[in-house]
């Protein structure tokens, strides 16, 4: 018998796919040649390279934990509304608390009300006065109870009603089995991102919103302009991402069904940044009267906002003794999942020193020593000396509780992945992962 060839890819046959996917899900046929014309096949096969978001469900594979099934979709998990543009969510969930969030088109008040979902026990009744309708709401939500599933409701000051719902998590000594989410890096022009319409049918611990979250320096459709700059166009960049498109919002959907847990990447500010370089290194920065980039306008205005348009705790570094960290946003999280697992959340940008410089002259051997031994720089830092020390204390902890499985989140990769960008990742700063390493090994 003759060996049948292997079908090679192909991006048409691809695009098809999608075309005939997007039918299915799409609105209205109108809805399908809008999207199909909006984009062209040689812009799919472009944007295919890293901009379209990409999802990871993992599961724990402890033998005593049983597969969650698959459920018919929550009839809470709805669309955004004119009232609640980008849907709300429940973020920074732990066995006790927890923080809900909505964007309100109308201004006055906005009512959270919180209930457990087994036997409707209220867990409390909260209020946030909204005053921008650009300008997302926050309440923290105190006095929960562990390894329990909640939903709340929103309302605002016209009495429209949008609801959601979290699951706390499981203290330790507990196994309760796992499932989870994690995406990174969409834009705006490409929602409404069909590839998260079924997360809400997973049952999903959590979700982790994994950086890039958005591209404020790459044109989009409700943002034209080359770059973000301020608090306004930060915040036009982020209600874009979270918006309805072609009839659809699936983040809206992903957000209100499950916890959210989130971290940046670059794009949150500029591309590749370094927050703990100094200015002068970097034409973009450079000529504010501030010793690190994590202090120039720029910076601070795009973690402001994402503070804001993520249900985030706003944590901030106090007495850490680093002048590069202290006052700086703190996104750094440690989170316990029973006995099943811990998470550990990284920011990776906003205290690493300046990427050092890259050759493509990789025939040259002495431009490509000099690279390798620029990597291998004693005191330099991707993630700020108390983000290292908060995290091998957490591993620590975690390791010491007995707790299977450790989660670390941190955008760029930890494995040596090859010669190119290599600076731009954990392996351009490679005694602080060797560290890092060594000390999980030990």
Known sequence: MKDQPTPQFNYQTLWSRIEREAQRYAASPQAVRDFVSLISRRDFVKLLGGSAAAIALAATAQARTAKAAPTKRPAHAASSTPAFPNGVAAGDVDQTSAVLWARASNPGTVTFEVVSADGGEAAGVYTANSTDSMLPVKVSVDGLRPGTLYTYTVTDSAGERMSGRFQTPAEIGTYAGLRFGVSGDWRGELRPYPALSNIPERNLAFFVEHGDTIYADIPSVDFPAEQAVSVDDYRIKHAEVYSERFGR????????????????????????????????????????????????????????????YNPLRDEFYTDTGDTRVDGRPK??????????????????????????????????????????????????????????????????????????WKFVMIPEPAQQTGWFGGNDRWEGFAPERTEVMQFIED
Do not use: C
């Not at 959907?253 to 794009?267: F, G, K, L, N, P």
């Not at 989170?335 to 040259?364: H, K, P």
């Not at 490509?368 to 993630?383: C, H, I, N, P």
């Open 249 to 308: 919002n699936y983040w809206a959907d992903v957000r209100a069904s499950t916890a959210i847990y989130a971290t940046i990447d670059d794009h949150e500010v500029t591309n590749d940044f370094a927050g703990g370089a100094p200015p002068s290194t970097d034409e973009r920065f450079a000529g504010e009267p501030v010793e690190f980039i994590n202090q120039t306008a720029l910076y601070r205005n795009g973690l402001q906002v994402f503070q804001e």
């Open 331 to 404: 996104l750094y999280r440690f989170v316990t999942f029973g006995s099943d697992a811990a998470m550990f959340i990284l920011d990776a940008r906003s205290f690493r020193d300046q990427n050092q410089e890259g050759t493509l002259d990789i025939f040259n051997r002495e431009a490509v020593q000099a690279y390798l031994e620029s990597l291998f720089v004693e005191g330099r830092t991707m993630l700020g000396r108390p983000q290292v020390e908060d995290l091998k204390r957490d591993l620590l902890a975690a390791h010491n509780a007995g707790i299977t």
